[in-house]
């Protein structure tokens, strides 16, 4: 198993440029989430999706949107880049079944974006 | 401990000491929490968990201490060594909210 897999691993965008950045897990989780991480601070959520077809605001939404395309895969869109959202992004995914309170998340490598 | 601003706390410890990280979690109401080790370059890595009605877990090479009375977490690594060179952080959840993570230690072993 691949786990989970992000893509780019880089990007470099102009400030109002558009960008989406893709994950997949091959671990059959049901849950899938966006973290940003930024110097000095602790990851942050920006959205997840408890389950295929939901999705949801976390911490930090503004500026980004998602969409679950299927149970393997969980997207987050820029629509227009801003140098606030420099940072390394991470996609992670939980199994979250019913009544599992003590699941713990497990992350890809990261896509480190940089916005001029 | 956790970081405030841009530099985070750092130990440094010399190959084959027992190293102790520690995590001082917000919400007396947190019944889960993790510690996971990012290194350089790379995505965070689950290390061990422990739930609130425990306050002690062992796995290899690792123990994880909860102190829920003044809310700390400790994670204690037996026998570093360089490769344990990482940033560690804590994780926090009550119920079934979401994942609250810390800000992180750098833990730097020398050979």
């Known amino acids: 198993n691949a786990g989970v897999t992000q893509t780019p691993k880089f990007q470099v965008l102009k400030t109002g440029q558009s960008m989406t950045l893709q994950c997949a897990q091959d671990?059959?989780?049901?849950?899938m989430y966006w973290y940003r991480q930024d110097p000095g601070m602790g990851l942050r959520l920006i959205y997840y999706s408890a389950s295929e077809g939901t999705t949801d605001k976390g911490e930090v939404p503004n500026g980004y949107n998602v969409s679950r395309l299927n149970k393997r895969e969980f997207s987050l869109r820029l629509e227009s880049a801003a140098p606030s959202q420099t940072s390394v992004y991470f996609c992670?995914?939980?199994?979250?079944?019913?009544?599992?309170?003590?699941?713990?998340?497990?992350f890809g490598p990261g896509t480190r974006l940089l916005v001029l | 401990g956790e970081s405030v601003g841009l530099h985070l706390p750092t130990l440094s410890v010399q190959e084959g000491d027992n190293s102790i990280i520690n995590c001082a979690y917000s919400?007396?109401?947190?019944?889960?929490f993790i510690w996971y080790k990012q290194e350089s370059g790379k995505g965070p890595q689950f290390i061990i968990d422990i739930r609130s009605n425990m306050d002690k877990r062992q796995g290899q090479r690792v123990t994880v201490l909860l102190n829920k009375t003044v809310k700390h977490l400790s994670l204690q690594i037996a026998a570093t060594q360089p490769g344990d060179s990482a940033v560690y952080f804590c994780?926090?959840?009550?119920?079934?909210?979401?994942?609250?993570f810390g800000k992180g230690t750098m833990l730097l072993v020398s050979p």
């Open positions: 992670a995914s939980s199994v979250q079944t019913s009544g599992a309170r003590w699941e713990t998340q497990y």
């Open positions: 919400n007396s109401a947190s019944d889960y």
């Open positions: 994780a926090e959840r009550k119920g079934y909210s979401t994942l609250t």
């Open positions: 671990m059959n989780h049901n849950s």
